[in-house]
């Protein structure tokens, strides 16, 4: 009787809920090509980084397509490669344009606002090269996760290049191979690390706080916070997807019930409706719609 239910108490952690698929977008008018990052909006509209088409695309919940926006090149509305979109602002939205080694701003209609580069001037601590990932908290830091030095440079609400972490200096917290930055309960900045196979945890003064660790992480990339503080962790390499709790104590798997099998689980987002919670995965150069239930 113990061993059964050792059994069903080990089942019920490893798969904490289910994804069920209900559809695939391959992309508007050319399909999508290395998609790095997808966020939904709270009117629920989805965003995805179509890094190797140079553009961002916009779908409703549905995966009916609205607009695009981009296109190559190194002008206002263009992008070289672009790696990832924050817009849990209330105001703005910020794209990291890697190979352009810059950030651009624009407002919740996607009209251009400004661009965001480095300055040579700078004290070479927060001078940043690509810039791979990008959040902004409440009190309109921003953060840019810089992969030339594999560090994190923290732009206060002055607009001031306030400091850098994440470096040698970080003892523990020195990031090895970030992937991408969230936020949670605006209280803690989340990098996702592959080199480290882990998620380092910093407050926004920089200070090092701890890792999550987890022995089934292989490739840790894509990150989303979920309305209860609790993180969806997408392992590119594994082809998981990870549940990390609000307290960060427990980590679960969420199983996947795709019609294929999974090529490269990259990134997720989440939209809770009144009846379900709707969840969009890229996998590969597509992406996945479904539920969870």
């Not at 399909?31 to 997808?38: G, K, L, N, R, V």
């Not at 001078?127 to 994190?152: P, T, W, Y």
């Not at 292989?218 to 990390?244: K, T, W, Y």
Request: a negative charge; aromatic letters at 10%; one cysteine or more.
């Amino acid at each position: 009787m113990k061993s059964i239910l050792l059994i069903l108490l080990f089942c019920n952690l490893l798969f904490a809920r289910t994804f069920i698929e209900t559809g695939r977008i391959d992309g508007q008018g050319k399909p999508f090509s290395h998609p790095q990052a997808i966020t939904i909006s709270v009117d629920g509209k989805l965003f995805v980084v179509d890094s190797g088409n140079n553009r961002i695309q916009v779908f409703n919940k549905r995966g009916q397509f609205l607009r695009t926006i981009g296109g190559f090149g190194f002008e206002a509305e263009q992008f070289d490669n672009p790696t990832d979109i924050w817009m849990r602002s209330l105001i703005n939205i910020y794209i990291s344009d890697y190979n352009n080694r810059r950030v651009q701003r624009y407002d919740r209609r996607l009209n251009f606002i400004s661009g965001l580069t480095s300055n040579e001037a700078d004290n070479p601590d927060v001078q940043f090269e690509e810039v791979l990932s990008c959040a902004l908290n409440s009190n309109n830091d921003l953060f840019l996760l810089d992969h030339g030095e594999n560090k994190i440079i923290k732009i206060n609400r002055r607009s001031e290049k306030e400091r850098s972490f994440g470096t040698y200096e970080s003892g523990e917290g020195e990031l090895q191979e970030p992937q991408q930055l969230d936020i949670t309960g605006n209280r803690f900045l989340l990098v996702s690390d592959a080199g480290a196979k882990a998620v380092f945890v910093y407050d926004f003064f920089g200070n090092f706080i701890r890792r999550i660790t987890d022995p089934q992480f292989i490739h840790p990339a894509g990150l989303c916070v979920l309305d209860d503080g609790s993180v969806l962790l997408s392992d590119s390499e594994a082809n998981r997807l990870f549940l990390i709790n609000s307290d960060f104590s427990d980590i679960a798997v969420i199983r996947l019930e795709t019609g294929k099998p999974l090529k490269r689980l990259r990134d997720a987002a989440v939209l809770k409706t009144v009846n379900t919670t709707l969840l969009y995965l890229i996998d590969g150069d597509q992406v996945i719609i479904g539920y969870l239930r």
